[in-house]
């Protein structure tokens, strides 16, 4: 899959994202659902972003998030604690789990290191506005969402 479209696929999920508001009644939802799907999967140790973009912040759910940390010359994220879940940042998801990302290659990586060593979730973070109504473009070192979550529903990918 040429980058070129993946590139066209990011400007326009941008500008989407950039449009999106989260209502309190958004916020309540969406943290319902969350700790939902937090009480459901294995693991203690949750890792989250801080929002530098339009991302959905995550600051008001009062969460113990490891927050990753670049690490020079490396697409691994680096945390204090291992984490057993990802809340993953995105532009755009599809119906098959799949996401957009800014192209940076960090949480692919990441994630494929994590599940070659253990169990984890990886939960996708978006407005609903985010999902492309197409099979989004993707490569082999992709990795594909275990469950996305927006403040009016969640969407589990896995079995």
């Excluded at 999106?20 to 937090?38: A, P, T, Y």
């Excluded at 972003?49 to 339009?54: D, G, M, Q, V």
Aim: charged share 25%; aromatic share 10%; with cysteine.
């Amino acid at each position: 899959m040429s980058n070129n479209v993946k590139s066209q696929v990011r400007q326009q999920a941008k500008k989407i994202r950039k449009a999106c508001f989260l209502s309190k009644s958004d916020k309540q939802s969406f943290e319902r659902i969350l700790m939902n799907i937090l009480d459901a999967v294995d693991g203690p140790v949750i890792a989250g972003y801080e929002a530098i973009h339009s991302e959905l912040d995550l600051g008001f759910l009062g969460l113990d998030l490891q927050m990753p940390k670049v690490i020079e010359g490396q697409r691994l994220l680096g945390f204090d604690a291992e984490p057993d879940v990802f809340l993953v940042p995105l532009l755009a998801f599809d119906a098959n789990g799949n996401r957009i990302g800014y192209g940076g290659g960090y949480y692919d990586t990441t994630l494929a290191y994590y599940r070659q060593k253990k169990h984890i979730t990886a939960i996708g973070v978006a407005y609903e506005e985010q999902l492309w109504f197409e099979d989004l473009p993707c490569e082999d070192h992709d990795q594909k969402l275990d469950y996305i979550i927006t403040p009016k529903r969640l969407r589990k990918f896995t079995t």
